[in-house]
T-cell receptor
Framework: GQNIDQPTEMTATEGAIVQINCTYQTSGFNGLFWYQQHAGEAPTFLSYNVLDGLEEKGRFSSFLSRSKGYSYLLLKELQMKDSASYLCAVSKGQAGTALIFGKGTTLSVSS | GAVVSQHPSWVICKSGTSVKIECRSLDFQATTMFWYRQFPKQSLMLMATSNEGSKATYEQGVEKDKFLINHASLTLSTLTVTSAHPEDSSFYIC????????????FGPGTRLTVL
């Protein structure tokens, strides 16, 4: 079977750093994605990891360990607008294959 | 980034009617598009994979006769919810991929369906 786990909710304050973890067990693997979704809106692409290691993109970084089936999304210098749901998704196959999504982590940033 | 549009953005209909939702890739061609459904406070659940020029592939538990998918061109896929009922009320989102190497998918803005 396939399983993607991430915490349901997290809270943090402005300016802080938060790490959202994701563990996965899938029958195939062709990369891990992180998406941000604000309430009532569609997800927007944040990052893609297919090799082990850290990918940095501005305030957001994403890490992958394929041997551990583990990824995290790191958000630095948190802003109020970062309050959203963060979705971890795994691609199992070649391009053209649908993604399998975790249930999402709702992040609340307070002042 | 790639742009994917959906129309309508929201629709309210009576029980028993049919509703068509369009998904368009505006600046790229998409051989494959995906339709997801999202209930409140839930994650995205894949409904079907829409393939241009061929029949859609439906996920287990999704009724293909109720959710009709037509991928008429490389830039347009439509989802028709037939004989809609209140339990079909949900947020329907399509996505399309443009990269060959990766599966990065770009999502449309979603369609909020409310069935009375």
């Amino acid at each position: 079977g396939q399983n993607i786990d991430q915490p349901t909710e997290m809270t943090a304050t402005e300016g802080a750093i938060v790490q959202i973890n994701c563990t996965y067990q899938t029958s195939g693997f062709n990369g891990l994605f992180w998406y941000q979704q604000h309430a009532g809106e569609a997800p927007t692409f944040l990052s893609y990891n297919v090799l082990d290691g850290l990918e940095e993109k501005g305030r957001f970084s994403s890490f992958l360990s394929r041997s551990k089936g583990y990824s995290y999304l790191l958000l630095k210098e948190l802003q109020m607008k970062d309050s959203a749901s963060y979705l971890c998704a795994v691609s199992k196959g070649q391009a053209g294959t649908a993604l399998i999504f975790g249930k999402g982590t709702t992040l609340s940033v307070s002042s | 980034g790639a742009v994917v549009s959906q129309h309508p953005s929201w629709v309210i209909c009576k029980s028993g009617t049919s509703v068509k939702i369009e998904c368009r890739s505006l600046d790229f061609q998409a051989t494959t598009m995906f339709w997801y459904r999202q209930f409140p406070k839930q994650s995205l659940m894949l409904m079907a994979t829409s393939n241009e020029g061929s029949k859609a592939t439906y996920e287990q538990g999704v009724e293909k006769d109720k959710f009709l998918i037509n991928h008429a061109s490389l830039t347009l896929s439509t989802l028709t919810v037939t004989s809609a009922h209140p339990e079909d009320s949900s947020f329907y989102i399509c996505s399309a991929g443009r990269e060959v190497r990766t599966d990065t998918q770009y999502f449309g803005p979603g369609t909020r369906l409310t069935v009375l």
